[in-house]
């Protein structure tokens, strides 16, 4: 049985982190998402951390002005960010953890235990017509949490499974339950962080999961074949494991 096409979005985070370590204007993040959408992305991602370590504001206003696909803004759940989505309007706005001492992401956003205020950013976001996901641990509790705070689409932190070592089957079952779930309540679902070439196919598998999102690995490949060779890879793992 062959499953429906899964999307793939491209995260160019870490083309502008080699451009920062440098400073100057190269590489360009904005040249990597035209050239992943030339390549088939189906939508680009960029993190704008609030201590700009990768991604600036310049490189959200170029993307807005020059991407065909749609951008997918991740941010925290702050009124600075906020406020940003709100005047740059991406086509959608992921909300994410974020700790100025982490290297990157390291869980899901605590949905449950912050309701009211993931609710709020989330419908100030929604009323100016911006897609709101919120990245969330593959836990029963956050994705009926991510139900109440209005979100429409979940992205599971696929970052333990990566992780997981001889571990990978249980936590491929806890996102496949996430996924069940989030599609037996109406939730579209998502799915990213730490995939490679060697772990993405069971994930690209489940059927509940209509889009991955992927980075870093990624641009880490890129150095040795070039990135379009990287991203059509990715896709042709992804289509294989669909199949």
Same mark, same amino acid.
């Given at each position: 049985?062959?499953?429906?096409?899964?999307?793939?979005?491209?995260?160019?985070?870490?083309?502008?982190?080699?451009?920062?370590?440098?400073?100057?204007?190269? /590489?360009?993040?904005?040249?990597?998402?035209?050239?992943?959408?030339?390549?088939?992305?189906?939508?680009?991602?960029?993190?704008?951390?609030?201590?700009?370590?990768?991604?600036?504001?310049?490189?959200?206003?170029?993307?807005?002005?020059?991407?065909?696909? /749609?951008?997918?803004?991740?941010? $925290?759940?702050?009124?600075?960010?906020?406020?940003?989505?709100? %005047?740059?309007?991406?086509?959608?706005?992921?909300?994410?953890?974020?700790?100025?001492?982490?290297?990157?992401?390291?869980?899901? *956003?605590?949905?449950?235990?912050?309701?009211?205020?993931?609710?709020?950013?989330?419908?100030?976001?929604?009323?100016?017509?911006?897609?709101?996901?919120?990245?969330?641990?593959?836990?029963? %509790?956050?994705?009926?949490?991510?139900?109440?705070?209005?979100?429409?689409?979940?992205?599971?932190?696929?970052?333990?499974?990566?992780?997981?070592?001889?571990?990978?089957?249980?936590? +491929?079952?806890?996102?496949?339950?996430?996924?069940?779930? $989030?599609?037996?309540?109406? +939730?579209?679902?998502?799915?990213?962080?730490? *995939?490679?070439?060697?772990?993405?196919?069971?994930?690209?598998?489940?059927?509940?999961?209509?889009? +991955?999102?992927?980075?870093?690995?990624?641009? @880490?490949?890129?150095?040795?074949? @070039?990135?379009?060779?990287?991203?059509?890879?990715?896709?042709? *793992?992804?289509?294989?494991?669909?199949?």
């Amino acid at each position: 049985m062959t499953l429906a096409y899964q999307r793939l979005g491209i995260n160019i985070d870490h083309v502008a982190t080699l451009r920062n370590a440098r400073g100057g204007i190269h /590489p360009d993040p904005v040249q990597a998402a035209l050239l992943a959408e030339k390549t088939g992305a189906d939508g680009i991602t960029a993190h704008l951390r609030e201590d700009r370590r990768h991604i600036v504001d310049s490189d959200i206003s170029r993307l807005m002005a020059q991407l065909s696909r /749609p951008l997918n803004l991740e941010m $925290a759940a702050i009124d600075e960010m906020v406020e940003i989505a709100l %005047r740059t309007k991406p086509h959608a706005c992921c909300l994410v953890p974020e700790k100025r001492t982490e290297r990157t992401t390291e869980g899901g *956003l605590e949905v449950a235990g912050d309701l009211a205020r993931i609710s709020d950013v989330a419908a100030r976001l929604k009323q100016a017509g911006i897609r709101v996901s919120l990245f969330i641990e593959p836990d029963e %509790r956050q994705v009926r949490a991510a139900q109440a705070a209005g979100a429409p689409v979940i992205e599971l932190h696929t970052g333990t499974y990566a992780e997981a070592g001889g571990g990978e089957g249980e936590q +491929l079952n806890r996102i496949r339950s996430a996924a069940a779930l $989030a599609a037996e309540i109406g +939730l579209e679902c998502h799915a990213g962080h730490g *995939l490679t070439y060697a772990n993405v196919k069971p994930v690209a598998a489940i059927a509940n999961i209509v889009e +991955l999102n992927i980075g870093h690995f990624l641009m @880490g490949e890129a150095l040795f074949v @070039g990135l379009e060779a990287s991203i059509r890879e990715m896709r042709r *793992l992804m289509d294989e494991a669909r199949s």
